[in-house]
Structures are given as structure tokens and as C-alpha cells.
């Protein structure tokens, strides 16, 4: 049962427009969000970070936005550059119960066209 | 540079071996975790050490071996594998809970 889901497998968006990735959760229990990216042969890379106490968050390029009632967080970079070509990855925590774990979805392919 | 590093970055063994793959973080980090991604999958949690106490098991096969002798060094033990063990292993470590986890490069792994 997997409790992070990110529907869209992949994303082509031109240059200078923006990307939104989309990423829904099931579980009540996670209070705090994280979006990662990956190149491929290394590890994720944070990007940002939202806890359930905010709808928003923003920084630089990148804001995430949290809807609490629907389960649901996206990401959006504006503007997309083509260095932004990676795989996004969602992942949830439920921090407040001491638990340590994040839970990842299956990612979202950006590629940003030049 | 990361703060997070993991050898061997890539390891070929067979299914009778016994390997070890080596985390080690410089980031005065108190949890560290062992994920694995395998293709098309979400990245799994299997092992979860808090101040060198291991604090979650996720249903790992006993073939897979953690051992966390400090706070900045992560191991995990590799013995009889299959070939549907192969994948990209990572960890990851942080600071407590609701703080962001730091990825290392991964190990990525071929049984054969």
C-alpha cells in the first residue's frame, strides 16, 4: 500500500515556463514534506522542505505548497531551466510521532526543454 | 562534495559472497538510514539507527546485516543475496525527526 504517490511518471516543460510536480499522501500522520531531486547515478539531492504547520513554502525558484485537506503538496519551479532535467522525488515524515522515516513516492521524470 | 559518503560505489558479487557496504557522515548527524531503490519502485526504507540504536526494521530478509558502531558510520552486512537484490542502495542520515535527511551516492549492487 504505498502511502506517497506521485501519478505523473514524467513532465516535459519548456524552458522559462513553470513545472509542477504533484504528490498525494494517505496518511494523516505525516506532518512534514520534502521534495528531492535526482541525476541519475547519485543520490537525491534536497530541494525543500514544508511542515504541516504552513501551506507554503519558498525558496529561490522553488515553492511547495501544501494541501492538508486533500493530502496533497506540489512543487513548482519557476522559471524552468534545462539543469532542472532530473527526477523529483515526494517523501512524507511523520515527525511529530518520534518516528524516524520518510516515505518516498515513485518520482516524477522533469525534462525542461531548451 | 557530500556530507554523506558510501563505498564501494559499485559492487558486483556472487550469491555465495559476503560483502559490506560502508556509510559514513560528516554532518553531526544522530539518525542514519539504509534505503534501497530498486527500478521503478519508491525508495524503501529497511533500517533506521537513532543515536546508534536500531529503531526500525522494516521487514528486511536476515541475508541483509546492519551494524552501527557510531553515530558516523553505517555498515551493511551482505550475505547469500539473490539476484533480485540488485538495485541502488542509499543512505541517508539527519538530524532527529522533521529536519531533512542528506543522501550519499549510493551503492549500486549486482548479484550474480
Known amino acids: 500500500d504505498q502511502q506517497v504517490k506521485q501519478n505523473s511518471p514524467s513532465l516535459s516543460v519548456q524552458e522559462g515556463r513553470i513545472s509542477i510536480l504533484n504528490c498525494d499522501y494517505t496518511?494523516?500522520?505525516?506532518?512534514?514534506f520534502l521534495w528531492y531531486k535526482k541525476y541519475p547515478a547519485e543520490g537525491p539531492t534536497f530541494l525543500i522542505s514544508?511542515?504541516?504547520?504552513?501551506d507554503k513554502n519558498e525558496d529561490g525558484r522553488f515553492t511547495v505548497f501544501l494541501n492538508k485537506s486533500a493530502k496533497h503538496l506540489s512543487l513548482h519551479i519557476v522559471p524552468s531551466q534545462p539543469g532542472d532535467s532530473a527526477v523529483y522525488f515526494c517523501?512524507?515524515?511523520?515527525?511529530?510521532?518520534?518516528?524516524?522515516?520518510?516515505?518516498f513516492g515513485t518520482g516524477t521524470r522533469l525534462k525542461v526543454l531548451a | 562534495e557530500t556530507g554523506v559518503t558510501q563505498t564501494p560505489r559499485h559492487l558486483v558479487m556472487g550469491m555465495t559472497n559476503k560483502k559490506s557496504l560502508k556509510c559514513e557522515q560528516h554532518?553531526?548527524?544522530?539518525?542514519m538510514y539504509w534505503y534501497k531503490q530498486s527500478a521503478k519502485k519508491p525508495l524503501e526504507l529497511m533500517f533506521v539507527?537513532?543515536?546508534?540504536?536500531?529503531?526500525e526494521n522494516n521487514s528486511v530478509p536476515s541475508r541483509f546485516s546492519p551494524e552501527c558502531p557510531n553515530s558516523s558510520h553505517l555498515f551493511l552486512h551482505l550475505h547469500t543475496l539473490q539476484p533480485e537484490d540488485s538495485a541502488l542502495y542509499l543512505c541517508?542520515?539527519?538530524?532527529?525527526?522533521?529536519?531533512?535527511?542528506?543522501f550519499g551516492q549510493g551503492t549500486r549492487l549486482t548479484v550474480v
Open positions: 541517508a542520515s539527519s538530524h532527529g525527526t522533521g529536519t531533512e535527511a542528506f
Open positions: 496518511n494523516s500522520m505525516f506532518d512534514y
Open positions: 514544508i511542515s504541516s504547520i504552513k
Open positions: 517523501a512524507a515524515s511523520p515527525s511529530t510521532s518520534g518516528t524516524y522515516k520518510y516515505i
Open positions: 554532518l553531526g548527524h544522530n539518525a
Open positions: 539507527y537513532s543515536l546508534e540504536e536500531r529503531v
